[in-house]
Structures are given as structure tokens and as C-alpha cells.
């Protein structure tokens, strides 16, 4: 069966403090994607990959960046989290041929 | 750039249909998705369906593509309390590997 998994549910740090969010799929996927999740602007896309160590801004990427050493684990960092940052962290993962994404998931992160 | 647009919430009585549409901008558009995510979960997908088709069935769920119009919908038919959820419209074109998401609509069913 399909697995997406991500680190946390649930995660509550401070302002400024640097944040790692882990995204691991056990199906030999190329794609990799983050996403985050607001109320009323549904999911907005912050970084993607398509193979190890490559990545591609997304249309929020401002504020994190992203990890990809081996192929199953994609991770989001945020260098100096802020405020504006808490949200729910949604990871996904799609073949190269494939259709589907499949999302882990989530993480609720709240910054304080 | 690529927009999809849903209505942010929909309430049916149980046994009724839900019908949650959604209209999308990129006419390059090859594949439209409709994705379902339960509390506190991960988005699952529902279904699929390719630009060439105009409307694809499974079990008590309907998807109607209008190309012209650049409008899909996702009907429900005897919609249960275990529909409850936010439901995702989403397009890709062929050979791109970005997805774009709707904002979600809601659907709240009343027993």
C-alpha cells in the first residue's frame, strides 16, 4: 500500500527558532512536493522536486527551503520561522508517469 | 497563470445529492482531479478524469467536464454523513508536473 508519512502532526515553535519538517514515501517516487494549507486559499505549493537534489520554487517558496539528499525524503526548513507561518504543512508524492499524487498527513505547525 | 475556482461551502440533508462544482482557467488543462479530505487528514484522491472525456461514473460518484466552459463538477448521489468533508478540484496539463489546487469547498451534511 501507498505511504506518504510526515514527521509531526503537530509542531509549536517560537519566532525566529529554525524548523524542520520531514516528508518520507516508500514508492520510489521522483516527484516530491510541499504544499500549505490555509482556510479559504486551499493549497498553495512551496517547493517541489523531481529527482535527488533537484528542486523548483513553487508559488510561495519566500521564507523556506527544501531538502532532497535521497530519493524517498523531502525536507522543508524554514530558516527563522515567523508568525505568518503557521499552517498546515502538506508533503505529496507522484511518479514521473503516474496521475496520482499521493499526500501524507500533515503538519500542523503553529508559530508563537 | 493557471486558477481554479470552488465555492467555500455546500450543506445537504443526508440522501440528497451534492453537486460542488469548480471552474478552472488553463485551457492546456489534461488531467482534473477531485481529491476529498477528511479531519484532520491528508488530502485522498477520489477520482480522475482526462480532458477528452465529457463525464466519467463510479459508484455514487459523477464527474461532468464542460471544456468549453472550463467547468468540472463532482456529484454525489445519496450523499451520507461520512461525506462530510473538504473537497478539492485540481488540473495539471499533460507533460507538467505542477498540480494546481482549488481552494476547497466544504460540504456539510445534516442528518
Redesign the interface.
Known sequence: DVKVTQSSRYLVKRTGEKVFLECVQDMDHENMFWYRQDPGLGLRLIYFSYDVKMKEKGDIPEGYSVSREKKERFSLILESASTNQTSMYLCASRSISGETQYFGPGTRLLVL | GED?E?S?FLSVREGDSSVINCTYTDSSST?L?W?KQEP??????LT?IFSNMDMKQDQRLTVLLNKKDKHLSLRIADTQTGDSAIY?CAE?PGGY???T????TKLQVIP
Open positions: 481554479v470552488q467555500l488531467y482531479y481529491y484532520g487528514a491528508g488530502l485522498q484522491l480522475y478539492f495539471k508536473q505542477k498540480v489546487f482549488g481552494t476547497g
